[in-house]
């Protein structure tokens, strides 16, 4: 497969119900920026994307995606979580607590393992998992 052309991983899309609540989240929690964001009246729906450097660095973004007037979605069984390296997971979570964020699984080594991995909510109810990266 040595002619398969290479790709490059942009962007994870996620929907929200309240485009300045996830966004808020995200920056705050995690420490990304809002990169750049896109209303589209005529389809009804707003993007905004986050991340730390951007895909002109290389670095892969979220994608929220809030379509107008909807607040709430159900989550599906396929998804799983996102992931986010950070130096303490330990005190990521207790930051994250303390400004009203919610801790699901608290720090610890992953089952079966050693590297310290804990799970936080966002606001719409997505899993983002945390794990230890010096």
Do not use: W
């Not at 290389?58 to 599906?76: F, Q, R």
């Amino acid at each position: 497969m040595s002619d398969t052309p290479k790709g490059k991983f942009l962007h994870t899309m996620i929907r929200v119900g309240d485009l300045e609540r996830s966004v808020k989240f995200y920056t705050q929690m995690f420490g990304m920026r809002e990169l750049r964001r896109n209303d589209v009246p005529a389809g009804k729906y707003t993007l905004a994307f986050l991340g730390y450097g951007g895909n002109a660095a290389g670095e892969a973004e979220i994608e929220l995606t809030y379509n107008y007037g909807t607040e709430k979605y159900e989550m599906g069984g396929a998804f799983g979580h996102l992931a986010i390296g950070v130096p303490d997971v330990a005190a990521a979570c207790e930051r994250i607590r303390a400004e009203g964020g919610k801790v699901v699984r608290e720090a610890g080594p992953v089952k079966h393992g050693t590297t310290i991995i804990a799970f936080v909510e966002d606001p719409d109810g997505y899993k983002i998992e945390l794990i230890q990266r010096q």
